[in-house]
Structure formats: C-alpha cells, structure tokens
C-alpha cells in the first residue's frame, strides 16, 4: 500500500500514545489517498487492527 507508518507518541510522558482501551496508536500516512476505499477496506481487515479514523 505504500504508506509510511509512525507509532505516535505520547505528549505528556515519554511513553507511547494509547487509546482509551489500551491499543497503540499509529499514524499512517500515503502520498496519494485517490485510492482511500481500497486502502481503508484492506487496513481495517489486517489482523490486530481495531479502527481506522480520518
């Protein structure tokens, strides 16, 4: 899919950032969204994902 992944950081403690439940953040980001729906479709069906938000 071509997008570059950064594990986000916490702002308040040297530490990872973490949702509400606990899951790690991460940030991707692509050089061409025009292909959204299929890059969507494909990250919220791998393994280990719980949600993908805009």
């Given at each position: 899919?071509?997008?570059q992944?950064?594990?986000r950081l916490d702002q308040k403690v040297a530490a990872l950032a973490r949702s509400p439940e606990g899951n790690l953040?991460?940030?991707a980001f692509?050089?061409?969204w025009r292909e959204?729906?299929?890059i969507n479709q494909k990250?919220?069906?791998t393994n280990g994902v719980?949600?993908?938000l805009l």
């Open positions: 899919m071509k997008l992944a950064n594990i953040l991460i940030d692509a050089k061409n959204f729906d299929q990250i919220c069906n719980v949600a993908f």
